[in-house]
């Protein structure tokens, strides 16, 4: 059963300039996105893979139109349309203040639980705050829905006194996701919450986050390279290159039967726990990811691509109906 | 220490005002002897007894820090009053200049660095920048002195008095002049006092801005959903204030014990002016108390810095 989607994002794309010279001119751009089009679906985990500085994260961020505040000469077009009960908005075209009313329905669990929280307030500051501008709650209530949220994401409620330096890391993202939760968002996007843990504290914060989705009926984007923890918590997997989406689709068709050549290398690459699983094979690409700076034309991965031809110079391949709900981008391969 | 052995000690000038004496009192006649004259060792004994310096060095420094101890800096040489008045009576004048530039500097530094960080780059950034680096780059004493020539009714303007701290009628006039001329009086030292100051404060806090604005906590804060000023004056300044913190409490210092030059070029009667007249006539127990003073607002200063500290920063109170 195909679920209304949340957020569609059409055709993304973000440029940041890069400055070169004495004068610090604009003398090159880097494509971090380029012509992305992604949906949501209500109640669903949408996983997004790819190397580094493929534009996983570019895209979290521009979701959330956070993007100007830490680089102002970024170029961002495209539409980006959440759902909300009255009706349908382009975030993208909001102005900051516009935005605001909105922040509390989308919000972001980031990558480093260190630095992402202010460390000159206390935990219960942290997670209060967004509740003084999305809520009309007093004084009271904001502390009785600070302490619940603390013991949803498995604290205690007496911690809201403690400063985020007395946390150790798994604590400090479930206080990171405690703040995400506090104005009620219906949608997450999680830029890599668990890369930055240790693998056993990583299952601990992906089974809550499953907890809490269940329980918030919260829509996940989930941004992640480690492919095995998005296989856990995906129900579709977009894969990504150099700006471009490879091909999406059920996160266990992708996984099992990957249909784009970057996606088949991407996964051969998984390590397997058991050492006598050998005869799995591997495809290795060659050479290094092309700088986005000065990408190949026509596909993008067309450089590595094993079953490259002439013609992918020419165009750029968009995503094609391979198998039901599973698109990729190239034209040479089939769902079969 | 040093000064004890610079000569033109007050043993000197006594000697000399005794030569003085005597050569006027002998006449032109013995003018080519004048120099020769000796003075009886038992005056001198005397003299060497009354200023204490029959005893050698060590011993005075020991009976020096035993008075220390019982809170009693000494006479004065030259205004014949115990140390500790001679000094408590310019504090007024210190503080008044002190309190006004301190206050100055913060309020027009910690709005416009964070003003400045916000629009980094911009041009109101870079002129204001090359305002306060020029300002600098000015000695407080020299600008003092070209203000004085400028506006102080020398050769060009006459916009304000010639130095002083206030009028030497001010006890005769109605309250409201008493305003206008102290107002009249201060701004000239008060921009000398303030401009170099301006540019390490200013660029400070921008500097601190900036770098916290680029933290990964200001993105989460930004991505609540609150407003932009909460981002910048909560989040951002909160963080940006310890190294500002740091120069608050040695700000103390300077707010208390003045500036020996700028005082001197306005002819203020304040701490530093008295510094600089003992030191120039060797008025050794008002030197040394000085010391004393400025030592002790400097530990004061460090320990005000790190309560402050402790205010901006909870990781580092105590629990």
Redesign the interface.
Known sequence: MKQENILEVKNLKVKFPVAGGILLRKVAEVKAVDGVSLELRRGETLGLVGESGCGKSTIGKAV?N?LK??SPDVDISGEVWLKTEEGEVNLLSLS?NE??????QI??I?Q?PY????????VGQIIE??L???TKMNKDERNERVAWLLEKVGLQAEQSKR?P?EFSGGQRQRI?IA?ALS?NPKIIIADEPVSALDVSIQAQVINLMQELQKEFDLSIVFIAHDLSVVEHISSRIAVMYLGNIAESGPGSDIYHKPIHPYSKALLSAVPLPNPKLKNKERIILTGDVPTPMNKPSGCGFRTRCPIAKPECADSVPVLELKLPDHYAACPYVSGN | MILQVVPGGPLEMEIMRIRMGGAMGEGPSSTSSSSGISIPESAMEEIKKFYGFDKPIYERYIVWVGNLFKLNLGKSYVYAEPVWDVITSRFPVSIYFGMISFLLTYLVCIPLGVYKAVKNGSTFDIISSAIVFIGYSIPGFALGAFLLVMFGGGSFLDWFPLGGFRSNDYDTLSSVDKIKDQIHHTVLPVISYVISGFATLTILTKNSVIENL???????????????KRVIFY?AL??SLIPIATGLGHFLGILVAGSFLIETVFNIDGIGLLGYKSIVQRDYPVVMGLLVINTLLLLVGNIISDIIYAI????IRFK
């Not at chain 1, 630095?115 to 206390?122: A, K, P």
């Open positions: 959330i956070i505040f830490s900051r935005m605001r009313k909105y922040r509390g919000q972001m980031f480093d630095s992402s929280l202010n460390s000159r307030m206390t705050e967004p003084l501008y999305h400063y330096h990171g703040r104005t | 680029s933290q990964d906590y200001i993105r989460t804060a930004f991505s609540k959903g609150i407003s932009e989040h909160r963080n901006v920063d909870p990781r």
